[in-house]
């Protein structure tokens, strides 16, 4: 992956992210849903793609005291704040993080080589210029009883033309790209693959996803190049 990207993403957040929290959670949906979902077990590791300013690390973190967190991201800048955002926490003991691509992840990224028991991303493959790569890197870097789990912005279409088109002309300054075809594959696999877990919130804004390692290669679009 160019390093162009991740100047790219620094150049985005610089700024952005000291109001990056308190913008985002007027239009970020379902990621609380998501964490309250995750019932992870004493243990456990989970590694968010795309941690951005560790906000959903540090509510994992509490809500979830016996896990061992890990957070990628592209953007050095982004990283900063999470950094002092983890350590004001008091959770520097539990969440470390690692600068990286979700296209390469792996659990060598923080010199470890034990799996990942959850692959998240919030958010984050809608900026991912590779997000089927990071999905195939995500599942191999999991433990055979591991999870992806996402929540991301869905195909917009219930929300009408016009309001689709505006919200996609806003995110794309941003470099967002709402992935269409994800939701769409995941909507026809889910009536043939009782291990997709899909919900889709109204207008079809943002969808959540649970899926286990082992119903992962049923994806054409994860398997696929």
Same mark, same amino acid.
């Given at each position: 992956?160019?390093?162009? $990207? ?5 150049? +985005?957040?610089?700024?952005?992210? $000291? ?6 959670? &007027? &239009?970020?949906?379902?990621?609380? !849903? ?10 456990? !590791? ?5 941690c951005g300013t560790a906000r959903n690390l540090i509510k994992i973190a509490r809500r979830y005291p016996g896990a061992t967190l890990y957070g990628l991201d ?10 002092? /955002? ?19 992840? *792996? #659990?060598d990224v923080f010199g470890e080589t034990r799996p990942f028991d959850v692959a998240l991303f919030s958010y984050s493959l809608s900026m991912i210029p590779d ?9 191999? /870097? ?8 996402? @929540?991301?912005?869905? %195909? ?12 996609? /002309?806003?995110?794309?300054?941003? $470099? ?15 009536? %043939?693959?009782?291990? +997709? ?7 079809? &804004? ?5 899926? #286990? ?6 994806? *054409?679009?994860? @398997?696929?190049?």
């Amino acid at each position: 992956m160019p390093a162009t $990207h991740a100047a790219l993403m620094d150049a +985005v957040y610089r700024r952005q992210r $000291h109001i990056y929290d308190l913008t985002r959670k &007027y &239009y970020l949906f379902g990621r609380d !849903r998501m964490i309250r979902e995750l019932d992870l077990k004493p243990g456990e !590791r989970l590694v968010e793609i795309g941690c951005g300013t560790a906000r959903n690390l540090i509510k994992i973190a509490r809500r979830y005291p016996g896990a061992t967190l890990y957070g990628l991201d592209a953007s050095a800048e982004m990283l900063k704040t999470a950094a002092v /955002a983890i350590e004001r926490a008091g959770l520097g003991s539990r969440i470390r993080l690692a600068q990286g691509y979700g296209e390469a992840i *792996s #659990p060598d990224v923080f010199g470890e080589t034990r799996p990942f028991d959850v692959a998240l991303f919030s958010y984050s493959l809608s900026m991912i210029p590779d997000w089927k790569q990071a999905l195939r890197a995500a599942a191999n /870097a999991l433990s055979p009883a591991g999870s992806i789990r996402i @929540v991301d912005f869905g %195909d917009l279409k219930g929300m009408g033309p016009i309001g689709e088109s505006v919200l996609r /002309a806003w995110l794309a300054l941003f $470099h967002v790209s709402p992935r269409s075809e994800i939701l769409t594959a995941l909507t026809r696999a889910e009536t %043939d693959n009782e291990m +997709v877990k899909l919900r889709v919130l109204p207008g079809r &804004y943002a969808f959540l996803l649970a899926l #286990p390692k082992r119903g992962i290669g049923s994806l *054409s679009f994860v @398997v696929a190049p």
